[in-house]
């Protein structure tokens, strides 16, 4: 049990925290300081809030196994942890209809330039082989934004698993024992 808890926190904190600075680099595309690219979207506020989510989740379950006893701890693992898994899936989603999508950026194509997401200008789902630099500014971007997504959709994932082995765990006992704090800790 002992090492369940702890390395279910630490990888919640661990993902969780990848999972917020995903979506704080995707603010500033290709690590750029041009503000017309710059924008909150659901794209980068997704990575943020879920990862928010497990950091939290994982730091009560770190520290609701140092302090076994205390109950309302493990009350509050159990509810950032269903909230957790509610968000797994919405943040599997976004990222993979942002892969879909393409980047948004200043492109040109076929002597047409604009500024839109490439999903809308070339097809959809944009196919970033075919295409490798249309978007002209910023640079690179197509390879950017896909391995960002691909990121967030690992991450989603494993976040995903992790929290529900917790929630499974803590409801296996809850049935067992009547409540979610288990016999205090042997440390």
């Not at 279910?8 to 690219?37: D, E, H, M, N, Q």
């Not at 269903?82 to 950026?105: M, R, W």
């Not at 990121?151 to 296996?172: E, G, M, N, P, T």
């Amino acid at each position: 049990m002992k090492g369940l808890y702890q390395a279910a926190g630490r990888t919640l904190v661990t993902l969780g925290g990848l999972s917020i600075f995903s979506g704080a680099i995707a603010f500033f595309p290709v690590f750029s300081c041009k503000l017309w690219y710059t924008g909150w979207s659901v794209w980068i506020a997704c990575p943020i809030w879920n990862g928010a989510l497990a950091v939290t989740a994982g730091s009560l379950v770190l520290l609701a196994h140092r302090e076994w006893t205390q109950r309302h701890l493990w009350e509050a693992v159990f509810t950032f942890v269903i909230l957790s898994i509610l968000g797994c899936p919405l943040h599997f989603t976004v990222a993979l209809q942002s892969a879909l999508l393409g980047p948004y950026c200043f492109y040109s194509f076929s002597g047409v330039a604009g500024t839109n997401y490439l999903g809308y200008v070339v097809t959809f789902p944009f196919p970033y082989t075919k295409f490798p630099s249309v978007c002209v500014d910023p640079l690179h971007y197509e390879e950017y934004h896909l391995t960002l997504q691909v990121l967030d959709l690992c991450l989603s994932l494993i976040l995903f698993c992790v929290s529900l082995a917790v929630f499974i765990k803590l409801s296996a006992r809850l049935m067992q024992t009547g409540y979610i704090n288990g016999p205090e800790n042997p440390q």
